[in-house]
Structure formats: C-alpha cells, structure tokens
C-alpha cells in the first residue's frame, strides 16, 4: 500500500492554489475592476467579454472614443488613423481592460498611474500580422508609445524633433509593432490562433472566451508566487508532527 504523506497532498495544494491564484483576476491598474464578472452592457468591440469582465460598461465605451478619459491619449498623433487600423487599438484597449485572462503576464510596476502592467503576453501570431497589415501605411512618430511624448497640452503629442512616418518604417516587422508599441506588454508568438497556447486579441464569443484555456495552461507552468504566510504556518504544524515523532 502506498502512504502519501500529509505534508506532500498539503504542498500539492498549495501548488494548486498558487496555478489558480493566476486565473480569472483583474490588474490593479488605472480603471480595471477589482473582480470580474458579467457586464450585460459592453459596447462596440468590447462585447467579447460581456459574461466576464474586468472592465465596466462605461469603460468600454470609452476605449472606442478618440482623447477618451482614460487615458487622454490621441490616436492621431500624426493626422487622422485610418479606421481599419484603429479597430486594432480598440480592440487592445478592450483586451487590456477587459480581460480576466491575463494573470500569468501581470506583474508590479512603480509608474504614477497603475501599481500593475501586463509584460510578454504572448499575442497570436495572426493577430500581430493582421494589426501591422492594417496599420502599416498609418503614421506615427514614436515606437515606444508609454514614453516621452509631450503632454504639455493635455493630451500626447509628438515630441520636438520626432517625424511622422508610415508605421512600416517605425516597426519594420509585426513583432516589433507588438512587441515594442507598450514596451513589451505582448510577445509576439509563433503560436496560431486556436492552438491553446498564445492569446487572442479577436474572437468568436460563440465559441467561448479561448484564452481561458490559454492562461490556464501558461499558469501551470509559471513561476509560483509565495503562498500566503497563513498557508505556511498551517503547513509547518501539519509537517511538525511526524517529524517529532521521527526525531
Ligand atoms: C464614463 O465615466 C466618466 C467619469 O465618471 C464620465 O466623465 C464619462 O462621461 C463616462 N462615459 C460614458 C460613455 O458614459
Ligand atoms: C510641447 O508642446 C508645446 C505645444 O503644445 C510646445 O510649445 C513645446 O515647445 C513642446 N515641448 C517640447 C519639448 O517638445
């Protein structure tokens, strides 16, 4: 007969509850929920996550607007984008904030306006070429567009010295425009859509949310993060026993 030791099903727990700890939470950033849940009344291209959200209604609203609230940030920076590249900044202002999936990526930053950020979330390669397809004769005059802008006006402008050009001339590849546009919020990853493993900026909500799956498997395999002082203590008592008994 095979005796499993009291102190090995404990660790396997708290194994467990490290993996899950990663699942189904929302960033402490600027406008994020602190749990998610369902939102009956997400808009526009935010509707994916409607049955479970970190962001609000209004929040989504906004993400569709141009200087919105949230974070005053103009698009047009260097004239009018064209629609059908802005839907990609709509629709990664909408995974950002609305997506429960991303925990296995969120880390803690020391900026102003958010105590986390979301660093190497590994974006599916169809949705990283799709973005710089329909983005590349769009203009911009920065590559890293976290920092350095000028917000002497209130909303960001191209600082002094910094030209407008095609984005295919700012991000030579699909992997630098994702990968450097939010200093490395997104890895790009070979990766394809539906393989379980990469992230999906765009989806078919009939089907489900696929990242789901996604972060799940990411959070078997990361790093653990301390359990709990609480959990420790309850395991040295369980561990303490047997070990008094032996010695
Ligand atoms: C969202 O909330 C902000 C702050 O309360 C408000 O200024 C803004 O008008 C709201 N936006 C929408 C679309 O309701
Ligand atoms: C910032 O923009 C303002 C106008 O909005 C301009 O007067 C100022 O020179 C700019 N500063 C830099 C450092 O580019």
């Known amino acids: 007969m095979v005796m499993v030791a009291p102190w090995a099903l404990l660790a396997l727990l708290a194994l467990a509850w490290a993996q899950d700890s990663l699942l189904n939470i929302c960033m402490d950033a600027t406008h994020h929920k602190s749990r998610p849940g369902p939102e009956g009344l997400l808009y526009g291209q935010c509707v994916l996550w409607k049955d479970n959200?970190?962001?609000?209604?209004?929040?989504?609203?906004?993400?569709?607007?141009?200087?919105?609230?949230?974070?005053?940030?103009?698009?047009?920076h260097c004239g009018a984008m064209p629609?059908?590249?802005?839907?990609?900044?709509?629709?990664?202002t909408c995974l950002y904030e609305c997506s429960p999936n991303l925990g296995p990526w969120i880390v803690q930053t020391d900026s102003s306006w958010r105590r986390e950020r979301i660093l190497h979330v590994?974006?599916?390669?169809?949705?990283?070429?799709?973005?710089?397809?329909?983005?590349?004769?769009?203009?911009?005059?920065?590559?890293?567009?976290?920092?350095?802008?000028?917000?002497?006006?209130?909303?960001?402008?191209?600082p002094q010295?910094?030209?407008?050009?095609?984005?295919?001339?700012?991000?030579?590849?699909?992997?630098?425009?994702?990968?450097?546009?939010?200093?490395?919020s997104y890895r790009y990853s070979p990766a394809r859509r539906g393989s379980g493993r990469c992230i999906q900026l765009w989806?078919?909500?009939?089907?489900?949310?696929?990242?789901?799956?996604?972060?799940?498997?990411?959070?078997?395999?990361a790093?653990?993060?301390a359990p709990p002082a609480t959990l420790l203590l309850l395991l040295g008592l369980l561990v303490a026993p047997p070990v008094l008994f032996w010695g």
């Open 53 to 76: 959200a970190c962001c609000t209604a209004n929040t989504s609203e906004e993400a569709h607007r141009d200087q919105s609230y949230l974070y005053n940030f103009n698009w047009d």
């Open 83 to 92: 629609p059908r590249c802005k839907r990609h900044f709509i629709q990664d």
């Open 122 to 158: 590994p974006l599916c390669r169809e949705d990283c070429e799709q973005w710089w397809e329909d983005c590349q004769d769009a203009l911009t005059c920065k590559v890293n567009w976290h920092k350095g802008w000028n917000w002497t006006s209130g909303t960001n402008q191209c």
């Open 161 to 184: 010295g910094a030209m407008c050009q095609k984005f295919k001339y700012v991000f030579p590849t699909a992997a630098a425009l994702c990968e450097e546009i939010w200093s490395h």
């Open 203 to 221: 989806f078919d909500p009939v089907l489900g949310n696929p990242n789901v799956e996604v972060a799940r498997f990411y959070a078997s395999r």
């Open 223 to 225: 790093p653990r993060p």
